[in-house]
């Protein structure tokens, strides 16, 4: 544990430039090579996964802060986080990608700006998160199980991928929840380092 915070960039600060440009591939690339099946099993994996990692960790560990490396596709804002932080992230992130893809699936947009900075979480979460994690989790696929066609005419803009229709916004929810499933195993490195 650090005495006092790290210095990072500010939430919200994005990725560096070629970074980006590399991510926006590599996401679109993978987006046209997958199908609604393909999303809800990656979507499936990571919950499993993320769940038998953070249910790994004593309380008082999986609140432990570790400042780790950063990992490509990851703020640097994001790098002092513990387990259940980023637990809890990937639970506020969910409940915004349910929310956006049942708008979209109406034919309507969310009212406001979709925001890294915005889905931030505290440093005050304990091992309660998992459940309600658990739960975004199964949000997003009671929702994309009431829409017909995910491929919606409706976008809706994601801060470094551009307009992206529901289909694509549940896409990103296994995108996602791998990027910060790999973060959790870094977090775990260092709490053993310890």
């Known amino acids: 544990m650090l005495d006092q915070e790290p210095k990072l960039a500010a939430p919200g600060g994005g990725l560096p430039w070629m970074e980006l440009q590399v991510a926006r591939v590599i996401f679109h690339w993978q987006f046209r090579r997958s199908r609604q099946e393909t999303a809800a099993a990656l979507i499936s994996m990571e919950r499993a996964e993320i769940l038998r990692l953070a249910r790994s960790c004593e309380e008082t560990r999986g609140a432990q802060r570790?400042?780790?490396?950063r990992i490509p596709g990851m703020e640097d804002s994001s790098r002092y986080w513990s387990?259940?932080?980023?637990v809890d992230h990937l639970r506020i992130v969910n409940a915004f990608l349910a929310d956006t893809i049942s708008l979209l699936g109406r034919g309507e947009v969310p009212d406001r700006v979709a925001s890294t900075a915005a889905v931030k979480p505290?440093?005050?979460?304990?091992?309660?998160?998992l459940l309600s994690f658990d739960q975004s989790c199964a949000d997003i696929a009671r929702v994309v199980r009431e829409i017909k066609d995910l491929r919606?005419?409706?976008?809706?803009a994601h801060p470094w991928f551009g307009p992206l229709h529901a289909a694509q916004w549940?896409?990103?929810a296994g995108f996602h929840m791998r990027l910060?499933?790999?973060?959790?195993e870094a977090i775990l490195r260092g709490l053993a380092e310890k």
């Open 83 to 86: 387990v259940f932080m980023t």
């Open 152 to 156: 919606t005419a409706t976008r809706y």
């Open 66 to 69: 570790v400042l780790i490396k």
């Open 180 to 184: 910060h499933r790999r973060q959790i």
């Open 170 to 172: 549940h896409f990103m």
């Open 122 to 129: 505290g440093p005050e979460v304990d091992s309660t998160v």
